[in-house]
């Protein structure tokens, strides 16, 4: 969007997420822009590792760098817990604003990385293909491994918790990379940190959003771990995805986001696939699969959100 | 391995690739080295750009560059259809070298990789994470892309049965990124020009191999496109994939590569629900469920094929 790239020109992303006056106002963009019926704060799933003590930069065409990569039983000892309140309180304050601002009127979705996709960058030190050093410290390294995770789940869930406290109504956790493990290596090495997370959630009463990537047979196993709706990706069919899913929770999902890029006949068709696999039940929300792109037409955006309001 | 990589040091990749005696020998040192059933052909996907007027090199680091992206009609129309025996005659040789050594007691394996994975290595002129170039032109300039992938279809063809006639007793159609699609683009703009090749090789009674990553919900779709076997990756139970695939064909896969890494007793464990899973049915061939990392420990590549041997 225009609006937000005339910001962006100014300012580097870390300081617009440190600034929640900035955070805020961007946040609100697309609900003033599009009929959505829900906004996500303007965030990223890595700002706690600086709170944690691994430290990280957006290097300029080459994504996240992490400055202390953890890589040893030294460096998991070495990291905190961060704290939400003190390493976070920027998007806390944040929360507030956009849900002052919001009026009851948009619901407020706030979010953070699980466990595993935030584990993988502080130990590849930046994006991966292969995942190579996360999976060779799962496989070799199991108590690093164990220490860096149960260091993530706490860190997770006070940060989630807080920022349901400040004004956050859903809470989203986004496990984008975790679709590179086989099933059984989700369920011996993941499962029970995201489920610690989910279930702290579900105590509080707030409701939850499970999200990853290439999830299409950890689908089953992700519900197990806990969210009442669980993110598609558009690999899968939406009425299969619910299916593996299964009773009980609801799904989010499941356009590609390349495909705001189609002309719109194209477009309307997929989105028309979409609500009719939906087949209109209960709880389903729509949404593209994963992040949208920078370069996507904002008018197709909009020409969406509407043919989605008149279709459902 | 040490063999390998002593070879490697004194050629560049596409030096070897173009020295039949030497794509022989590499091809070679597997079978040599561990109790394997078959052997593949050394080469690369890509090789076939070359003659189709794309050109490309292995930049240092960054993987394959394109050297002229395809990206127009203009481009898509000067593509020629590259001529197996002037444009790629050593990979042919290489095979008939090979197949004579190997004296039938190992299957020698052909390949290619298949017009999706092929178009999107043109259309980016690099690899890609979101393939927001290749998926704009399928969905932007259908023509376009219909040519580009026609001509694709018609030289995988005539190559890999050039590569039959040469000595390959079987042919793996590698659709490295197909997984990326949602199954309906995957029916709509990439079925019909893998159905093409696959059908040929049916007709020319040369049995054929069908893989891609991340395809959990395009298997009965590769299945109809067609393939003898369809290789699956690790994201996906055995017998949940085989189920997918349907009766009549058989599985190949499917464990991660990286577990290659992992200590034996958790490697052996990953392999053991693999043959699990496939429950002594016939047509499960044993493999990783894509291609095996650079650092991979030589010995647990050969304790594994001969736990595989023992534990069929």
Same mark, same amino acid.
């Given at each position: 969007?225009?609006?937000?790239?005339?910001?962006?020109?100014?300012?580097?992303?870390?300081?617009?997420?440190?600034?929640?006056?900035?955070?805020?106002?961007?946040?609100?963009?697309?609900?003033?822009?599009?009929?959505?019926? *829900?906004?996500?704060?303007?965030?990223? %799933? @890595?700002?706690?590792?600086?709170?944690?003590?691994?430290?990280?930069?957006?290097?300029?065409?080459?994504?996240?760098?992490?400055?202390?990569?953890?890589?040893? *039983?030294?460096?998991?000892?070495? @990291?905190?817990?961060?704290?939400?309140?003190?390493?976070?309180?920027?998007?806390?304050?944040?929360?507030?604003?956009?849900?002052?601002?919001?009026?009851?009127?948009?619901? @407020? %979705?706030?979010? *953070?990385?699980?466990?595993?996709?935030?584990?993988?960058?502080?130990?590849?030190?930046?994006?991966?293909?292969?995942?190579?050093?996360?999976?060779?410290?799962?496989?070799?390294? &199991?108590?690093?491994?164990?220490? %860096?995770?149960?260091?993530? =789940?706490?860190?997770?869930?006070?940060?989630?918790?807080?920022?349901?406290?400040?004004?956050?109504?859903?809470?989203?956790?986004?496990?984008?990379?975790?679709?590179?493990?086989?099933?059984?290596?989700?369920?011996?090495?993941?499962?029970?940190?995201?489920?610690?997370?989910?279930?702290?959630?579900?105590?509080?009463?707030?409701?939850?959003?499970?999200?990853?990537?290439?999830?299409?047979?950890?689908?089953?196993?992700?519900?197990?771990?806990?969210?009442?709706? %669980?993110?598609?990706?558009?690999?899968?069919?939406?009425?299969?995805?619910?299916?593996?899913?299964?009773?009980? =929770?609801?799904?989010?999902?499941?356009?590609?986001?390349?495909?705001?890029?189609?002309?719109?006949?194209?477009? =309307?068709? &997929?989105?028309?696939?979409? @609500?009719?696999?939906?087949?209109?039940?209960?709880?389903?929300?729509?949404?593209?699969?994963?992040?949208?792109?920078?370069?996507?037409?904002?008018?197709?955006?909009?020409?969406?959100?509407?043919?989605?309001?008149?279709?459902?």
């Amino acid at each position: 969007m225009a609006e937000y790239r005339s910001i962006r020109e100014r300012y580097g992303l870390l300081e617009m997420f440190k600034n929640p006056e900035l955070s805020a106002e961007v946040t609100l963009q697309p609900v003033k822009a599009f009929s959505v019926d *829900a906004a996500i704060i303007f965030a990223d %799933i @890595l700002l706690p590792l600086e709170g944690m003590g691994a430290g990280f930069e957006f290097a300029q065409g080459e994504g996240p760098v992490i400055h202390r990569p953890v890589r040893t *039983a030294a460096d998991a000892n070495a @990291l905190r817990v961060a704290h939400p309140e003190e390493d976070l309180g920027y998007v806390l304050k944040a929360l507030e604003l956009v849900r002052k601002e919001l009026n009851g009127e948009v619901a @407020l %979705i706030g979010f *953070a990385g699980a466990p595993f996709t935030l584990a993988s960058y502080m130990i590849e030190g930046r994006s991966s293909r292969s995942f190579l050093l996360t999976k060779k410290m799962m496989y070799e390294q &199991r108590r690093v491994w164990d220490k %860096i995770m149960s260091k993530l =789940a706490e860190t997770i869930t006070a940060y989630l918790l807080a920022q349901f406290k400040a004004g956050a109504q859903v809470l989203q956790l986004f496990d984008s990379w975790v679709g590179c493990l086989a099933p059984t290596d989700y369920r011996e090495f993941v499962l029970p940190y995201s489920q610690t997370i989910l279930q702290a959630l579900r105590q509080a009463g707030v409701p939850s959003i499970h999200f990853g990537t290439a999830t299409a047979d950890l689908l089953p196993l992700m519900r197990a771990a806990g969210g009442d709706i %669980i993110g598609i990706d558009w690999r899968t069919g939406l009425d299969v995805a619910w299916s593996r899913v299964g009773e009980g =929770a609801g799904v989010q999902g499941n356009l590609d986001p390349v495909t705001l890029f189609a002309p719109w006949q194209l477009l =309307a068709a &997929r989105a028309k696939e979409i @609500l009719d696999r939906a087949g209109g039940r209960p709880g389903h929300v729509f949404n593209v699969g994963h992040g949208i792109l920078p370069a996507t037409p904002v008018d197709s955006v909009k020409r969406l959100a509407d043919f989605v309001h008149e279709h459902r």
